[in-house]
């Protein structure tokens, strides 16, 4: 998973001028930063939440849609969909304008399809996840999403089910790799062999744990759905 999968790296063999390269330096490295934090550390915390689902639907809706007040809705808003946004600009950027590697073998390829792939789909899954449980009942309805509503599409509507299973497992892979990328690649702080060989067994792990706890959240969702019955 840790591997190099592309080089993130303009074609050297056209010149470019050194003030653009400057910004897409600077440009580069704070796409990285906005991934890891805050935007990675919150829907890992997100994710975690999402196991209230087993204790009750009350606590779930305190853990998952409570806010305070508006003042707490606005800043989640400007610290978290803010930089959301900056870094899909700069990765779709990235995705257009970056060179492959040299081809390494099957596996390596496989990686590569696999991490466009997944960005893809996670860029699909934020948008339509973010306007049904975000954007619609809050601002279209006046209130949160109800765990009910939520349940019950996860319980009785099997493409739901298979949507939300599909997301966190992007989710997963994409946060894993990410920590490897920021690390790397990014900033540059884990640069030897055996550095980048043990970053690579915790990015393994934080894709196992994280895909643990939302598939567990999710089909904690499910479970709950049965109480409520098929939606009217």
């Known amino acids: 998973m840790a591997l190099p999968l592309t080089s993130d790296q303009l074609d050297r063999s056209v010149p470019v001028p050194e003030r653009t390269e400057a910004r897409d330096f600077i440009l580069a490295r704070l796409g990285s930063l906005f991934a890891f934090a805050p935007v990675g550390v919150w829907t890992a915390v997100h994710l975690w939440n999402q196991l ?3 204790r009750s639907p009350q606590a779930w809706e305190n853990s ?4 305070g007040s508006g003042a707490s809705t606005a800043l989640v808003f400007l610290l978290v969909l803010g930089p959301l946004l ?3 600009v700069w990765g ?3 995705m257009l304008r970056s ?4 081809l390494q073998g099957g596996f390596s390829n496989l990686r590569y399809v696999v991490q466009r792939l997944s960005a893809l789909g996670l860029l699909l899954f934020l948008g339509a996840h973010l306007y ?5 009942p809050r601002f279209l309805h ?3 999403e109800p765990f009910a509503a939520l349940a019950q599409e996860m319980r009785f509507n099997a493409p739901t089910l298979l949507v939300y299973l599909l997301g966190v497992l992007a989710i997963a892979y994409h946060l894993a790799n990410g920590l490897w990328s920021f690390l790397t690649m990014g900033w540059g702080i884990t640069v030897s062999k055996s550095g980048m060989a043990w970053l690579e067994r915790v990015s393994i ?4 744990v994280l895909l643990a706890i939302g598939w567990c959240a999710v089909y904690g969702l499910y479970r709950g759905g049965e109480a409520f019955g098929p939606p009217a």
């Open 64 to 67: 998952v849609t409570g806010h």
């Open 142 to 144: 006046g209130r949160p």
């Open 99 to 102: 060179q492959p590697k040299p």
């Open 52 to 54: 209230a689902a087993w």
């Open 92 to 94: 779709i950027a990235r």
């Open 132 to 136: 049904l449980a975000w954007f619609e």
């Open 205 to 208: 792990l934080l894709f196992v």
């Open 86 to 88: 900056w870094h899909t």
